[in-house]
């Protein structure tokens, strides 16, 4: 089966798990969805197609609603969307619904969806422990949702959810909110080394040089690329000052860190775990029936 993979990740959590379905579907074209890149490469000839983003504010970034608005009409090809988040509440599910609303007109059979909880780039830093437990997950669950790809797993997609007007009205606003306070990034003049990473790496081409200087323009995407990646932590992000996360997870090294407990997430975990508890026992619950083992993913 050969399979396509629009991606667009801002700090290359959901590029991971776009690679975790190449190393188990096998024959996986991967294109990253950004301003800077070739012209995405056409469905036809690919057996699956699948959308993947990271979920911003409950719903997909904007450069992946205009991407999915843009793609071409087919008829009738076997398509999946695939999302990672820093939590697993289900009202992230909802993020997904536009994107198949849209891909579903262009004539794509979505037949599953799927969430992935991946370490923070926005809020806190997730703890050690925290980023293994979820990369060990993900690998596993990853591999199940290969096996009922392959084996043509047709689910309910579209589903009614009472939040659904509350987020797409959050998405409505996220757009316009991102335009105007990206205009508000700077950068710390004191730590940059001028490398030019940050004006590279924009997805939206949204920094420019002007006189040595850099300046963010609104048509900011909230990716948190630049701020993530920078290897002087130069960027200010604005408002978001209290909320900004530095540095890659390096989740594979994490994932074989026997010094780190696994799992991390008891049972009977309690305070800010128990938005992860439910997750984690839904997880377990789908691995368990398909006989997959998770401690085999370490
Ligand atoms: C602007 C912004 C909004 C976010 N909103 C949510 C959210 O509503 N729910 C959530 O669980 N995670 C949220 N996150 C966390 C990301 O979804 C999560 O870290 C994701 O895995 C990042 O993927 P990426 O590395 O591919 O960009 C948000 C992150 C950013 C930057």
């Known amino acids: 089966m050969r399979v396509i993979l629009y991606v667009?990740?801002?700090?290359g959590n959901t590029l991971k798990i776009a690679n975790l379905y190449k190393r188990y579907l096998g024959d996986v074209d991967i294109y990253n969805i950004s301003k800077k890149s070739a012209p995405p490469p056409s469905p036809d000839?690919?057996?699956l197609?699948?959308?993947g983003y990271p979920i911003h504010a409950f719903v997909a970034p904007e450069p992946v609603r205009e991407f999915c608005k843009n793609m071409p009409a087919v008829e009738r090809k076997r398509a999946f969307v695939f999302k990672s988040s820093g939590e697993g509440l289900h009202i992230n599910d909802c993020s997904s619904q536009k994107i198949i609303k849209i891909l579903k007109k262009k004539g794509y059979d979505v037949t599953c969806e799927r969430h992935f909880v991946m370490p923070y780039n926005m809020i806190y830093r997730h703890r050690d422990e925290m980023?293994?437990?979820?990369?060990?997950?993900?690998?596993?669950?990853?591999?199940?949702n290969c096996r009922e790809l392959l084996s043509g797993v047709r689910e309910k997609v579209v589903k009614r959810r009472i939040w659904r007007p509350f987020v797409e009205f959050i998405g409505f606003t996220e757009r316009h909110f991102a335009h105007l306070h990206g205009?508000?990034?700077?950068?710390d003049a004191k730590k940059c080394i001028n490398c030019g990473r940050c004006v590279k790496a924009c997805p939206q081409n949204n920094i420019k040089i002007k006189k040595d200087k850099y300046k963010f323009g609104h048509d900011c995407c909230l990716c948190m690329d630049c701020s993530f990646w920078c290897p002087q932590d130069a960027v200010k992000v604005g408002i978001f000052r209290f909320w900004k996360v530095h540095g890659d997870y390096k989740v594979e090294q994490?994932?074989?860190?026997?010094?780190?407990?696994?799992?991390?997430?008891?049972?009977?975990?309690?305070g800010i775990y128990r938005l992860y508890k439910k997750y984690y026992r839904e997880c377990?619950?789908?691995?368990?029936?398909?006989?997959?083992?998770?401690?085999d993913y370490i």
């Open 45 to 47: 000839g690919y057996d």
């Open 183 to 187: 205009g508000f990034f700077k950068v």
């Open 254 to 270: 994490l994932a074989k860190d026997g010094n780190l407990p696994f799992p991390y997430v008891p049972d009977k975990a309690k």
């Open 49 to 51: 197609v699948g959308i």
């Open 131 to 144: 980023a293994k437990q979820m990369w060990i997950y993900a690998q596993a669950m990853v591999d199940l």
């Open 8 to 11: 667009f990740s801002g700090t």
């Open 284 to 295: 377990d619950e789908k691995l368990k029936a398909a006989n997959i083992n998770v401690g």
